[in-house]
């Protein structure tokens, strides 16, 4: 019994440290002209968005490997989340564009929603007439697309309580599958 509850101490101890540990920084995008535009600056002023001719395959990594968390100089590992580009009226704001959407996401922390909009992609422009596609333009200069980054954060002290909250209820569940079990 002593050695369940020594376990669940250093489990609860290293959870708390990963909770505590100081968040990553939020990310800017390298070569990309930042955009001023109403809706990526004082209308949303936790996004950020960029005007930039690379692709999904290099600005992805970009992020993740720029939104990296550490504790005492070790990289945590970062999950990669890909959503629907329709949920991007959702999650990042209402009237953006999007040809793909994902999240880089360290789990009961924080998050980064990356989305990117590329009109020569996106599927509802293959079959346009060339004339008729919109195009990334910022400030005179035609680009292959947009990124737009909005960060989604939590509380400390809420990561903790929900950390504190886990700990009773995998007990509780223990106790009543341990007795159905009997039964």
Request: charged fraction near 20%; charge should be positive.
């Amino acid at each position: 019994m002593k050695l369940k509850i020594t376990l669940a101490l250093i489990l609860y101890i290293l959870g708390a440290v990963y909770l505590t540990a100081p968040s990553p920084p939020y990310p800017d995008l390298d070569g990309g002209a930042r955009s001023d535009e109403p809706g990526d600056t004082w209308q949303h002023p936790d996004q950020k968005a960029f005007f930039t001719n690379r692709t999904r395959g290099e600005v992805i990594p970009e992020m993740q490997r720029k939104f990296t968390l550490k504790i005492f100089g070790v990289a945590v590992p970062s999950f990669r989340l890909n959503y629907r580009p329709e949920e991007s009226f959702e999650l990042i704001r209402d009237q953006v564009p999007s040809y793909y959407l994902e999240e880089i996401i360290y789990p009961f922390r924080e998050s980064l929603f990356v989305n990117g909009w590329e009109p020569t992609n996106t599927p509802g422009y293959k079959n346009a007439i060339p004339g008729k596609i919109p195009l990334a333009t910022f400030k005179g200069d035609t680009y292959l697309g947009k990124i737009t980054l909005r960060p989604v954060n939590s509380y400390v002290w809420a990561r903790l309580f929900v950390w504190a909250l886990i700990f009773p209820s995998v007990y509780l569940v223990y106790l009543s599958l341990k007795r159905s079990l009997r039964a």
